[in-house]
């Protein structure tokens, strides 16, 4: 039965189970690692580093997914209430992205910056059917050589970044 709803699903449907999932996920994400970070667990190495991505990833949809909306609201004419779910969730992006086990604000918002880029090409080409020409590609590229540069630089003193 299910397998029929997914099937016959108008398209507009399908967007609003996405986008209601993707709330849920964010949300329920939050709420884990939140307990996780307040019960005094301290996070290194490979558990520091899995946190950061798994923050950095829902931090990314929260915030790219809250800005689509919006945009979606005002720019394509759909209902407002998308507006409101969309700012829900840029707010909510501002609490996730401080849940980063490092503790040096301007490196992980510096580092987050690759992964919104990279996950908002992607994000654009499966929501929008945007279609990254070379320039997009290289671009990224570039991104990820300078996420590389700031991960692997040896500083003394501190831990790698995570990310």
Do not use: N
């Not at 997914?65 to 407002?80: D, H, M, N, T």
């Amino acid at each position: 039965m299910t397998f029929k709803l997914v099937l016959f699903t108008p398209p507009g449907a399908l967007q609003h189970s996405f986008l209601l999932g993707l709330l849920a996920s964010a949300l329920a994400s939050r709420q884990l690692l939140m307990s996780l970070l307040q019960r005094g667990a301290t996070l290194s190495g490979p558990v520091a580093a899995l946190v950061g991505v798994a923050v950095y990833l829902v931090a990314g949809l929260c915030e790219i997914g809250g800005g689509w909306l919006v945009w979606q609201s005002v720019r394509a004419g759909r209902p407002s209430w998308w507006a409101v779910c969309g700012s829900l969730l840029l707010v909510l992006y501002g609490f996730v992205a401080t849940l980063q086990p490092q503790a040096d604000f301007g490196r992980v918002f510096a580092l987050y910056g690759a992964y919104f880029v990279l996950m908002s090409v992607a994000w654009g080409a499966l929501l929008d059917g945007f279609r990254p020409d070379k320039g997009d590609l290289v671009g990224c590229a570039l991104v990820l050589a300078g996420v590389a540069v700031m991960t692997a630089w040896p500083r003394a003193g501190s831990s790698a970044a995570v990310g």
